[in-house]
């Protein structure tokens, strides 16, 4: 009976009330979209990312999962005053679809805000106007691992990639964007860690957070 196959399926998932699944049919596989007791439910559309950190708790991969109008229903489809993470790989890296899916969920249900992880590298000043229709529902955490340009590089390993952040971090700022900075402790930024603290007080009073935080157990 379908009743007891539902049962049995709840009892080896442990299935909630209220889960927001997407189903694959012809690939026989479930997407567990939103769980309502989680702590975080975040939405991954892509594994590949532009820096390779050296303690990445997700490493790059050449892998995309370019589902946009079932994440779009999904979304709609949240509870009230929903919260949901948006991470990867790099986000922004579809940053058209993306900031598309975010005006169009945001204009039907202006009550569900989201956090994006994103390395930040790809804030653009012609993206200003865009994200001001949806940054009052978006927090933005952005990695910084330290204020010498050059530790910070080598930390993600791309050359360059810390003047391009303070340029793209002021073009979130022009637009009224919230920002969580997220500094992972390390033994190559411990050391400058003061520094790093009067930089961000000095440089970038405005942002909302500063998170601490340390290694992940998987990943690098």
């Known amino acids: 009976p379908k009743l007891k196959i539902v049962v049995e399926i709840k009892k080896q998932l442990d299935v909630e009330n209220g889960e927001i699944w997407i189903v694959f ?12 007791s989680a702590n975080a439910n975040t939405l991954m559309f892509t594994e590949r990312c532009d820096q390779y950190c050296i303690m990445c ?8 999962y370019p589902f946009w109008d079932l994440f779009h229903q999904a979304i709609l489809s949240l509870p009230q005053n929903s919260f949901l993470g948006i991470s990867g790989g790099e986000p922004l890296l579809e940053k058209a679809l993306l900031f598309d899916l975010l005006e169009k969920c945001i204009a039907s249900r202006p009550d569900i805000q989201f956090h994006i992880l994103t390395n930040g590298q ?30 910070h590089d080598k930390v993600v390993g791309k050359e360059g990639a810390f003047e391009i952040l303070l340029d793209n971090i002021l073009n979130l700022y022009l637009s009224g964007g919230k920002i969580e900075l997220r500094t992972v402790l390390l033994q190559q930024n411990v ?14 009073p405005w942002i909302s957070f500063w998170a601490l935080m340390q290694l992940e157990p998987i990943g690098f």
């Open 57 to 64: 708790s997700q490493p790059p991969k050449n892998k995309d």
């Open 25 to 36: 049919p012809e690939s026989k596989q479930i997407n567990r979209f939103f769980r309502p």
């Open 122 to 151: 790809h804030f653009k000043r012609e993206d200003v106007e865009a994200l001001k229709s949806i940054n009052p529902n978006i927090l933005w955490g952005i990695p910084l691992y330290s204020s010498e340009p050059s530790i």
């Open 191 to 204: 050391a400058y860690l003061s520094h790093t603290a009067n930089f961000i007080a000095d440089k970038l």
